[in-house]
């Protein structure tokens, strides 16, 4: 298990823990008594929203836990000279179920169409046969029936919740309700019950390690071209552009001693 450090990346936190290190986070969370633990999966995509929202900035830096999910994250830090491996958020959602199994913690799944984080929930106990299922709900609830939804969350007793409503509202939700829901853990999973029910097929392992799982994710969302061919370019001038600041005011620190420089 390798962990310990946060760097910074175009002015945002990452964790540069292994996945070990990351699932030893949420169990301990998931026993412990402090704040809710919310966890951000980080890629360049999202990066780049952060330059524009200074809301979901600050909430990526408040976050707990910062992982890898994307390619271009993990070139920035490379970049840097602090290698950290892609932990997709698709496959951090299984750490979650399996440190809900080893606390004996329930999971709430929150988002996506109807009947798709149900069908997730199946997988994901057929998978770990001893997961408890808090509640499932999805994503497509009117404004007026939320407190009705915050209500059923609260009263579940879940100890971690995944949120799949997209970026950045998944993030500013959790931040907004995670503290008075009673969860010690909570994630914004975006398109990942959709992947885990089959509704969506993830990359073919090779696809994987060759960086290239976002090309597959936009041969099947085609329509993912515009927004990523204008992002990408911006997130390669911010990461190169910010390197050497962030390089030379040290900012990159150990968890213990947490320092993030803005922007
Ligand atoms: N979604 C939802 N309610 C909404 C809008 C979106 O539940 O009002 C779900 C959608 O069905 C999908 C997820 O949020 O399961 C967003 O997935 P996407 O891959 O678009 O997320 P991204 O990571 O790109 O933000």
């Known amino acids: 298990m390798t962990g310990g450090t946060r760097i910074t990346v175009t002015g945002l936190p990452l964790d540069t823990g292994d996945g ?10 998931l026993a412990g008594q402090g704040a809710c633990l919310h966890i951000v ?5 999202m990066a780049i929203q952060a330059a524009d929202n200074a809301d979901l900035a600050a909430i990526i830096r408040a976050a707990g836990l910062v992982l890898a999910d994307g390619s271009g994250v993990v070139w920035a830090a490379a970049r840097r000279g602090r290698p950290v491996r892609k932990m997709a958020g698709v496959a951090f ?16 799944l929150l988002g ?53 409503l997209g970026v950045p509202r998944q993030e500013v939700w959790i931040s907004r309700h995670g503290a008075a829901l009673g969860i010690r853990v909570a994630m914004g999973v975006g398109g990942s019950f959709d992947v885990i029910s089959g509704r969506l097929q ?30 990408l370019p911006r997130f390669v001038r911010a990461a190169i552009a910010s390197e050497s600041r962030e390089r030379y005011t040290g900012s990159d620190a150990p968890r213990d001693g947490r320092r993030h420089d803005p922007a």
Not at 134 to 162: H, K, M, N, Q, W
Not at 202 to 231: C, D, F, N, T
């Open 20 to 29: 070990d290190w990351a699932e030893a986070q949420v169990r301990d969370h």
């Open 93 to 108: 959602v299984e750490a979650i179920a399996r440190a809900c199994v080893a606390n004996r913690r329930s999971l709430y």
């Open 41 to 45: 999966t980080m890629n360049a995509e």
């Open 112 to 164: 996506a169409a109807p009947g798709v984080a149900a069908a997730a929930a199946e997988v994901l106990q057929a998978r770990y046969p001893e997961l408890a299922i808090a509640g499932i709900r999805d994503g497509y609830f009117a404004p007026e029936t939320e407190p009705e939804v915050l209500a059923t969350i609260r009263e579940s007793g879940a100890g971690a919740l995944l949120v799949a």
């Open 202 to 231: 993830r990359a073919p392992g090779l696809m994987i390690r060759l960086h290239l799982e976002w090309l597959y994710r936009l041969v099947q969302e085609p329509w993912r071209w515009k927004r990523m061919a204008s992002l």
